[in-house]
């Protein structure tokens, strides 16, 4: 990421304005801003001392608190983590479950939006598996059991409504992301016709791989855009992964997403680095989008 004296989130705020600016002058009403961010905070193990949870959790909810996203799609985490962000982070409700259960039990890919913005009228999970409504199955060749969470929301600021979804595809097995990815978007057909879509999360597929291809195929009805692809300088350096910071930057894949369709536009699009100090709050950059509705 580039050195600048400017802190991000100033950066990212005189962008939303001067497009808000630009609204007003002319006779469209003025849109609302939605940030939106995906992060893989990295499950808690005791073995990445120096950057195990306990050393990094205050840290990693103070980042998120920076920013302020309104929606945060999170990867990776235990039921224990989930607790301390939500202790850390009471301005937001958290939505998600499990993966091992269908409770507590496994890393879950949860949502958390902000209370003082939206409302739920419909949420839902299911397995990235030829069985999704059995918690705890596994599909194809996957290595884990994985999970996708979905809400529709209902945006106070703007009155529209919102379709959320957040996951966290397979590292091992290609054709399970196949597969993933082709569930995925049956389910989208199903539940978010009409809707201002989001997808994101850890796809553990660069954009080389053929499902990151499925996902953002503009020749299908479903397709959806890549938001680091959409605005002409995106901020923070391109890969994601870094393995807390063992992995050099020319050797850091881009593997986490912020996918949107054609009802949102993205204005801003930043990698976050989460690899500076002593102590690394996550082994992923998180992901950062600004975004406003067509």
Known sequence: MKSSSTPLWSKLSAICLLVLGVYACGVQPAPSPL????????????????????????SLAALI???????????????????????????????????LDGRQQGEYAAILYRRDRFSVEDAGYFWLSDQPEVAGSMGWDAACERIA??????????????????????????EARKRSAELI???????????????????????????????????DPL????????????????????????????????????LKNQYLETLHQEHIATDRGAVCLSDHHAVLACLIYR
Request: charged letters at 30%; proline letters at 6%.
């Open 65 to 99: 608190r920076t920013y302020s996203p309104d929606l945060l799609g999170t990867q990776e985490v235990l039921h224990q983590q989930l607790t301390d962000l939500k202790e850390r982070l009471p301005e937001y409700e958290a939505y998600g479950v499990g993966r």
């Open 223 to 258: 397709s959806l855009r890549d938001t680091r692809l959409e605005v002409k300088q995106p901020e923070g350096e391109e890969g994601t992964f870094h393995n807390f910071a063992r992995l050099v930057a020319s050797d850091r894949p881009r593997i986490d997403y912020i």
């Open 35 to 58: 940030l939106v961010m995906s992060f893989n905070i990295r499950y808690d193990n005791p073995d990445d001392a120096p950057n195990d949870w306990t050393h990094r959790k205050d």
């Open 185 to 219: 978007k049956s389910r989208l057909n199903r539940l978010a016709q009409g809707l201002p879509v989001i997808v994101m999360g850890d796809f553990n597929a660069a954009p080389t791989d053929p499902v990151y291809r499925m996902m953002t195929d503009e020749t």
């Open 149 to 174: 969470t979905w809400l529709i929301l209902q945006d106070e600021k703007t009155s529209r409504r919102i379709f959320l979804l957040n996951t966290h595809l397979d590292h091992v097995g290609g």
